[in-house]
């Protein structure tokens, strides 16, 4: 059984900052991608930073110059540093990886239980 637990969210103020991470535990043989979407009130699902097990990394126009996102491939965490917030990053973001459980197994998506971020003065 793989899980992905995130943890950072919480309310910061226009401007401000915060520090997403996820880490993935269970069975898990090799990590492929990890990675950040997130879902505003009303609105889908949208992918925000994704990172790959060499380090190729993808952000989302809106995130580029203001998040970061890393990864600690030894701890199976991935973090995704968010500056200079505004109120239009107020969702809640979720956790995404894509692994494989042991060798010779085919890769699944796994998907964290997401963690509220509120910009807001």
């Known amino acids: 059984q793989v899980q992905l637990v995130e943890s950072g969210g919480g309310l910061v103020q226009p401007g401000g900052s915060l520090r997403l991470s996820c880490v993935a535990s269970g069975s898990i043989f090799s990590i492929f991608r990890m990675g950040w979407y997130r879902q505003a009130p009303g609105k889908k699902r949208d992918w925000v930073a994704i990172?790959?097990?060499?380090?190729?990394?993808t952000y989302e126009d809106s995130a580029k110059g203001r998040f970061t996102i890393s990864r600690d491939n030894a701890k199976n965490t991935t973090y995704l540093q968010m500056d200079s917030l505004t109120p239009e990053d107020t969702a809640v973001y979720y956790c995404?990886?894509?692994?494989?459980?042991?060798?010779?197994?085919?890769?699944?998506?796994?998907w964290g239980q997401g963690t509220q971020v509120t910009v807001s003065s």
């Open positions: 990172i790959t097990s060499s380090g190729s990394i």
């Open positions: 995404y990886s894509v692994l494989i459980e042991a060798m010779g197994r085919a890769p699944k998506n796994y």
